[in-house]
């Protein structure tokens, strides 16, 4: 059996956002209809290191059907080493009959998917006559965020990053999106005008739409300070303590999930849903079943939406699935006879 | 980050029987003294294939520090076709920083340290004069768990081996088995007589030591047949349901395991435990205690001992750790960048 082995590199010449979008929508329906499966999650914390390593495994039925996993690790002390502070491994599997089909670096994986997460809710989920896109964090995660959001809301005519680390680093941030945009992911918006701002809550009060991207684990952004009819993709908060905004921005808001038991363990709504914010039957549903039709989305222009994505195995793997068969059609990445 | 690719057949050429018998006792050993982690396991079952895929996932920490998960996928459908009934990968990364060290087949490490694990039990648990050994099963584990034996136990002067499938079977099997050991193992023991025994009982009635080595599901060997001083090592029944010997065995029988809560929940202990012939409490200790002095062994010729084995994580990862430097070292298998 051949088999593909990929590293981050080749990747990024592979894989390209709009076919990544295209997985990720197609994940999202499919799980909606039960075509998908998460299995539990492993997490394991090294304290001397303060590394924390996890493994995400699970399947997706149907056409795709393949099975797999990914390892990931964090480990922060890698900083200023040859080492990845943020690293990890994928392995995906034909469900016909068990066989593998390619392993690869995670990371970038993990970062393409993510951003094409950001992007298709906040495409959904945002009053159609959104203009103003707000990104919260301007760490390696963020151009993934802007880069599908602005592929596919050709409405947003001015970007703000903030940076709530460092209120000064998004400008030269700011000044360099342009032509990242364009070699790293192929997004051209010359339209869009692109400002850096140092004060959140100035930000905050002309966004539309909020894209939260930070590791943060202390609300940043205050109920107050937000218009009606702004939409929140909440994208950072993926494991137990991490919060980005108000736990009351949930109350009285139209709540999606990309999965509703994971998200109220360990996403955006774990603590508006254990300090009892909101209920999980107050949560109008996940993200999926609007793509399908099955519930509506957003339902008036003052509503406050929130989208919490907490990241699901099964879209690692049809993205997995589909560098594979790029790398294939492409002639690219090492073939290994496992 | 160079890292190696290993297929099935460049780890045959590279592990050899007594290293991974190290490696195995190393990780014994410290698991008896807390130098090791076995995550929780993720086990998926795909119902209309009669299929089953497993992840075990688990840390070696001290010299060894590797962590890392292999997948398992079980496809009874692929029997007569191209693909292997029984295959996987495994990933190991080094602990000190999250970098992969390596991916390969899994099903040959696996077959070894499995093999290595029923060479070690059985020579530290049966008596010193032991001088035949039984192994239940003929099917493709089996010759791991003769060569280990073989090797590490010189006093062992007759082999029986039944295969309780198909009781004629084993002819075959015995017949090629001094070459196939050779070969595959190289392992030589023209002082071992070698045969084949279609009655299971009679095969029992005059062993010392017993290997188990089948997928059973329903108890194989009688009580009533088995002679004082007699050894078992159960390594067959490795998930909920699979049992090989008569529980009734368990009875007064000084019991061991790879690790005690594994083992009353998946292996051979399960339906003792789980029926009330043995309490937790009643079970001796881990091999690991042993290897290490911390308890004794066999504390007497006549008593009949039992070893069960599950398997842990961490015997994979220190044999695959092994595999990545022997393979550095034999200039052998795939340098992929990643």
Known sequence: MDIKVLNRKQLEEILEMPAVIEGVKAVYEAKAEGGTAVWPLVEHHF???????????????????????????????????????????????DSTNGAPLGIMDASYITCMRTGAAGGISAALFSRK???????????????????AALLLMPGIKKLVVCDPLSPDGANGYVEALPGNLKTQLNVERPDVEMIAEPDVQKAVGQADTIITITPSRTPVI???????????????????????????????????????????????????????????????????QVLNGMIPGRTD??????????????????????????????????????
């Open 222 to 288: 205050k109920k107050e300070w937000v218009k009606p009819g702004t939409h929140f993709s909440c994208i950072g908060a993926d494991m137990i303590g991490k919060e980005e905004i108000d736990p009351e921005i949930f109350r009285g808001a139209r709540v999606f999930c990309d999965d509703i038991d994971q998200c109220c363990r360990v996403g955006e709504t774990e603590i508006p849903f254990k300090t009892g914010v909101i209920a999980k039957e107050q949560i109008a549903g996940e993200i999926g």
């Open 47 to 93: 304290p001397e290191l303060k590394a924390v390593t996890d493994v995400r495994s699970g399947a997706v039925m149907g056409d795709v059907n393949v099975h797999g996993l990914k390892m990931l690790n964090n480990f922060p002390g890698n900083a200023g080493t040859e080492f990845p502070v943020f690293g990890g491994m994928l392995m995906v599997f």
């Open 129 to 147: 006559d959104a203009k103003t896109l707000m990104i919260l964090g301007a760490g390696r995660q963020s151009i993934y965020q802007i880069g």
């Open 301 to 338: 222009d003052e509503q406050i939406t929130v989208f919490d994505a907490t990241g699901l195995a099964p879209l690692d793997l049809v993205t997995a699935k589909a560098a594979v068969q790029l790398a294939k059609e492409k002639g690219l990445g090492l073939t290994a006879e496992l």
